[in-house]
């Protein structure tokens, strides 16, 4: 790893627990262990959780301030309660034996001890969150669901106000912490597949639609869209010009399959975040 690192990098931080195995390589470098001192995070309990005792949520949430307060959260939403333990004399402060194991131990468990509280569409809306291009609306987010799995609005707006602790924000939708890797990359195909129904459905009447629609082709698999050239063809994806690459590879590379065409701007100097943009004009036919 140091060796893909360059020479003038002074700093680098990490969130992740390492094995011991992988602290050998950072041998080279001055490490400064935040961990060692711990005095922030144990503030940080006992603000979000002032009426469990912070020794057990510090050995619990393993270092992991998004562990607290989600389950400051979870608490304050009821998607879980209390442990009922002894109390102290004060009758404000909840003492857990480590030996009872009442509390979620790590990131992993605390988010399967909230997930069976939560709606059993979770993992749809998961998925689709995790596969839109940018946070969807809530309201774009009720209509898909709506389109795509035949689950009645009125329905999916009560499961999304019982999800709100999971949201960092709930317009636009962007989920907190750990929850936002709960599907990421290939696991994300049937997210896409359904981002492209939804789409394909309810029609492409701009480019930036077009564009949109092609970038959920790309990223669906071919399992679910065998005939994604011929369906962008059909809405006019062999018409236009791009004046440089969008989104990513596969999403620009399926437009060209599809018969768009990249301007040759090789000679001029592009700034990277031209990816993200494009210019559009349809070619005489």
């Not at 949109?212 to 059909?234: N, P, T, V």
């Not at 440089?244 to 001029?268: E, N, S, W």
Request: proline share 4%; with cysteine.
């Amino acid at each position: 790893m140091t060796k893909a690192l360059p020479c003038w990098l002074k700093i680098v931080i990490t969130s992740r627990t390492l094995h011991e195995n992988e602290w050998k390589k950072f041998d080279r470098f001055l490490v400064l262990n935040i961990d060692e001192n711990p005095d922030e995070l144990i503030d940080f309990i006992h603000e979000k959780l002032p009426f469990i005792d912070s020794d057990t949520i510090f050995e619990c949430c393993q270092g992991s301030w998004f562990y607290v307060s989600q389950y400051s959260r979870a608490l304050k939403a009821n998607l879980l309660t209390l442990p009922s333990t002894s109390r102290s004399s004060n009758n404000d402060l909840v003492t857990i034996s480590h030996g009872d194991n009442l509390l979620p131990n790590g990131v992993s468990a605390l988010l399967m001890a909230i997930e069976s509280e939560l709606p059993t569409h979770l993992n749809l809306y998961l998925r689709l969150i995790a596969s839109s291009r940018r946070p969807p609306t809530r309201q774009r987010l009720i209509a898909v669901t709506v389109l795509t799995a035949s689950r009645p609005a009125n329905l999916v707006e009560a499961d999304l106000r019982e999800c709100e602790a999971i949201f960092e924000c709930t317009d636009p939708l962007i989920l907190s912490g750990a929850w936002r890797e709960r599907f990421m990359d290939d696991e994300c195909e049937e997210g896409h597949a359904l981002w492209a129904q939804f789409i394909q459905r309810t029609g492409c009447d701009t480019l930036q639609t077009l564009i949109e629609f092609a970038y959920h082709l790309a990223h669906s698999g071919e399992l679910h869209y065998l005939d994604r050239i011929r369906i962008l063809r059909e809405f006019g994806a062999d018409m236009i010009e791009l004046k440089c690459p969008v989104f990513d590879y596969m999403t620009t590379d399926l437009l060209v399959k599809a018969g768009a065409i990249i301007l040759d701007h090789r000679q001029q100097k592009v700034s990277s975040h031209l990816s993200y943009h494009y210019y559009y004009c349809f070619r005489n036919q």
